[in-house]
């Protein structure tokens, strides 16, 4: 087996912690683990992990995801290759190619300071640019497969790069295929997104059209409306914070539902809740209108099962925004999938609706995974 330290010109490091890598500040040790500076840097150890045939893990910022507490027996290759470039600029648009290990709320805050339209609503996701891609983040009413052009990855077999359009990426509700069929296949390098100058604000998210309501705002500016997101945000997302533990951001997907599954839905809510729920159900389809699908807030299933502020050992459901799970200071990986395993058990009998986790699962055993899997 080739030695970490000489095969490739890498400095790689054994036995290192993961924990102080995520924001759910849980998990054990690498097998090998290497900061990558440049796109060299990170085609020498895709063919490092490819030689000592173990698998290979791209963590970025570290949110969105859960490490075991045994760790990952594999490379760890942590991405520290930022940087912002122009690549196209007329009077209506604007190309950025950003590469992936930036910051992806520096990102935004770096297109607003100069007018640019169309994250302004992901502000505050924690996370680096290339994750974004991953799970197609979206928030209040904007995703980024809406300005995504194209992606430049490496395949991490051959360390051949590839370019990658956007109907190439297939990307879906929290879906891509970076988290699907080319999963431990790709290595993002850097995203291409197309803004817009001219405003097109998306206020229709009751929630952000409250805050504008309260304040008499009617036509706010991209600096007020990336304000407003920030503050809802807090409200309901705690930041991770070393001294109080952390998470992974909502660990649960939303329900996009047809209407055979809503009509399921309301009368599980009829026959186990009082009728003001089933009211409330019929409120929130009307509240959050969508093409083709209804949605509903996992949140609001989670709730009325009574389930925010449950706690197993160190984790606990979020009881401001039920979506998130929390390390209350110490908890294990094992607290965290037993919590969720609850939740979705408990959602599933009461509502009988199945739900779905966002974050990836690292290190995990397939019987672990399994096992979510049947919840």
């Avoid at 859960?66 to 991405?79: A, I, K, N, Q, R």
């Avoid at 606990?316 to 999938?337: F, H, Y």
Wanted: proline content about 5%; charged content about 20%; glycine content about 8%.
């Amino acid at each position: 087996m080739p030695s970490p330290f000489d095969a490739t010109g890498m400095v790689m490091q054994e036995a290192e912690p993961l924990k102080p890598y995520t924001t759910f500040k849980i998990g054990g040790p690498a097998r090998y683990f290497a900061n990558a500076a440049s796109v060299e840097e990170f085609r020498e150890i895709s063919i490092f992990a490819t030689k000592i045939e173990l698998p290979l893990f791209v963590l970025g910022g570290g949110s969105n995801i859960l490490v075991s507490d045994h760790g990952y027996d594999g490379v760890v290759m942590h991405p520290a290759h930022s940087g912002i470039e122009i690549a196209h600029e007329d009077a209506e648009t604007v190309t950025l190619e950003v590469n992936a290990a930036e910051t992806w709320d520096d990102l935004v805050q770096y297109a607003m300071e100069r007018g640019w339209w169309g994250i302004e609503n992901l502000s505050h996701i924690p996370g680096q640019a290339g994750a974004a891609l991953v799970q197609n983040i979206g928030a209040y009413g904007q995703q980024v497969s809406d300005v995504v052009r194209q992606a430049r990855v490496l395949d991490i077999a051959t360390g051949t790069p590839r370019v990658l359009g956007a109907a190439e990426c297939g990307f879906g509700y929290r879906h891509s295929v970076f988290n699907s069929t080319e999963r431990g296949k790709l290595i993002i390098v850097e995203l291409t997104l197309h803004l817009a100058k001219q405003g097109n604000p998306q206020l229709d998210y009751p929630d952000v059209r409250a805050y504008f309501q309260e304040r008499g705002i009617q036509h706010p500016s991209i600096a007020e409306i990336r304000q407003a997101i920030v503050a809802i945000r807090d409200s309901k997302f705690p930041v991770p914070r070393e001294e109080r533990g952390g998470n992974a951001g909502s660990f649960f997907k939303n329900l996009n539902l047809v209407e055979s599954e809503y009509a399921s839905l309301r009368e599980m809510l009829w026959r186990n809740f009082p009728s003001q729920v089933v009211t409330r159900l019929e409120e929130i389809r009307n509240r959050f209108p969508s093409a083709g699908q209804i949605k509903i807030p996992t949140a609001f299933l989670i709730s009325i099962c009574d389930l925010k502020g449950y706690r197993i050992g160190g984790a606990q459901v979020n009881e401001i925004q039920p979506l998130v799970l929390l390390n209350q200071g110490g908890a294990t990986s094992q607290d965290v999938m037993a919590l969720a395993q609850h939740v979705r058990k408990t959602v599933r009998e009461r509502t009988g609706m199945k739900i779905s986790i966002e974050p990836e699962l690292v290190g995990f055993t397939t019987q672990e995974l399994a096992e979510m899997d049947e919840q």
